[in-house]
């Protein structure tokens, strides 16, 4: 067998493994998981070296794994998460780009390859890291502030704006604090 | 150039305009311009019929004008208007006159049509077979299915709701597939679909289920993910943290 698609996938990192251990032959792998926990599936040196010793024909990998109860604290987390996705092995030798991003409004924490295998429409503002170098964008939903705010940053009302506090405070710090903002027209 | 008009053209190029013109059109209008391309339509042997798509007074017409041996492609809906019902369908049509069959596709019919209709598929390659079921899939339902696959030498097969969890019944040894599309299945399933198919190259699923040890692990997070989203508090960035740097 050379393709396989798992389009809900709710097994073990374990399991998934002994599973693909079957099917040495994969050419094509695609992965799609909503996991309950940031767990071993998210380890991209785990997937390297399973790789490595078990699936030594992949040349094309879409993954899309979400995770949606975490509470986000900076970037910290990106960092940990998406560096070990950026080894040669991923970048040179097989040129699977990977990147992460993280939605505030519903905690949910996505990392994927490019391009992405499932639709990811942006609905709510979200922080995004570049596939290649590591930089953390944060990228607001126009319809959250009109054009005039978006002109004039240090006179931000949003005391019209539908926004939960807690999300709010995201956005705030976001925009004091990354250099790099990008609002979507 | 001199002029080039459609009865010049040779019958090959003209079966392949015929592959994207509608049944209808090519039985009531096309096959009635002139006597040559009445000829071009007899000789044609791959009609699609959509069941879904026709009216009343096409259904007539196709009855009556179009050999069952001719078809290549068959879609047959359990969901349709009332005139085009699946039971007129079968009163009208003998499955079994379907003898050059390429893709048959069966769309939310009840389980007795499917068995009634899979067991008289007589196609002796099927290229595609595609079955969304309406019911949940008994034994003997599934039984019926495996054998058609063998039967007719399905290639690809495409049972998208179709859960193969119950591996009393063996999965087909001498099946010829090379593409496989279900929704979910065990893990021992998954070793009798990869150990009897010895064509199979592409396998689509929504998931496997670990029924060992390790299940109860499984329900164990979910459970715990579950109560987290109620709470939307503890897990925090440092316990990932941790985890990165002291994997267990």
Redesign the interface.
């Known amino acids: 067998?050379?393709?396989?698609?798992?389009?809900?996938?709710?097994?073990?990192m374990?399991?998934l493994q002994q599973?693909l251990q079957?099917?040495p032959s994969l050419i094509h792998l695609k992965l799609v998981s909503d996991r309950?926990?940031?767990?071993?599936m998210f380890?991209g040196s785990d997937w390297e070296q399973f790789i490595l010793n078990h699936l030594r024909s992949l040349n094309k990998f879409q993954f899309f794994l979400t995770c949606?109860?975490?509470?986000?604290?900076?970037e910290?987390?990106f960092n940990?998460?998406i560096s070990p996705f950026q080894s040669r092995f991923w970048l040179n030798e097989k040129q699977w780009l990977v990147t992460c991003d993280y939605v505030p409004r519903s905690?949910t924490f996505r990392i994927y390859t490019l391009p992405a295998c499932r639709s990811v429409e942006i609905r709510w503002h979200l922080f995004r890291v570049s596939a290649t170098d590591s930089k953390c964008r944060f990228i607001l939903r126009p319809t959250l502030f009109d054009t005039e705010l978006q002109r004039s940053s240090s006179n931000l009302d949003v005391s019209n704006c539908n926004i939960r506090d807690d999300v709010l405070q995201y956005v705030v710090e976001a925009i004091l604090n990354y250099k790099v903002t990008y609002f979507f027209k | 150039m001199t002029d080039v008009s459609l009865d010049t053209l040779p019958v090959e190029i003209l079966h392949r305009i015929l592959d994207n013109i509608d049944v209808s059109t090519i039985v009531r209008s096309v096959r009635c311009v002139c006597r040559q391309l009445y000829a071009v339509v007899n000789s044609y042997n791959r009609f699609q019929l959509d069941f879904t798509r026709f009216t009343s007074s096409d259904l007539k017409a196709i009855f009556r004008l179009i050999e069952f041996s001719k078809v290549s492609s068959l879609v047959l809906s359990g969901s349709q208007t009332s005139q085009n019902d699946i039971n007129v369908c079968l009163k009208n049509v003998n499955i079994a006159e379907f003898t050059n069959l390429r893709s048959f596709s069966l769309f939310r019919v009840r389980n007795d049509h499917i068995n009634e209709i899979i067991q008289h598929v007589t196609a002796r390659s099927l290229a595609s077979l595609t079955i969304i079921l309406r019911e949940f899939l008994n034994n003997r339902i599934t039984s019926s299915i495996f054998s058609a696959i063998v039967r007719t030498n399905v290639q690809k097969l495409y049972l998208n709701n179709m859960n193969y969890t119950n591996i009393e019944i063996s999965w087909p040894n001498q099946n010829t597939l090379q593409h496989l599309t279900i929704k979910r299945c065990t893990y021992e399933g998954y070793c009798a679909i990869l150990d009897n198919s010895h064509s199979l190259s592409t396998l689509v699923i929504d998931d496997c289920v670990i029924q060992n040890a390790n299940t109860m692990q499984t329900l164990y997070t979910v459970a715990a993910s579950n109560s987290a989203k109620r709470q939307r508090t503890d897990t925090s960035i440092f316990v990932l943290l941790n985890f990165m740097i002291y994997p267990h």
């Open positions: 067998m050379v393709s396989l698609t798992i389009n809900n996938c709710h097994m073990l374990e399991d599973l079957l099917t309950p926990t940031l767990d071993r380890v949606d109860t975490i509470v986000f604290n900076g910290t987390i940990y998460l905690s």
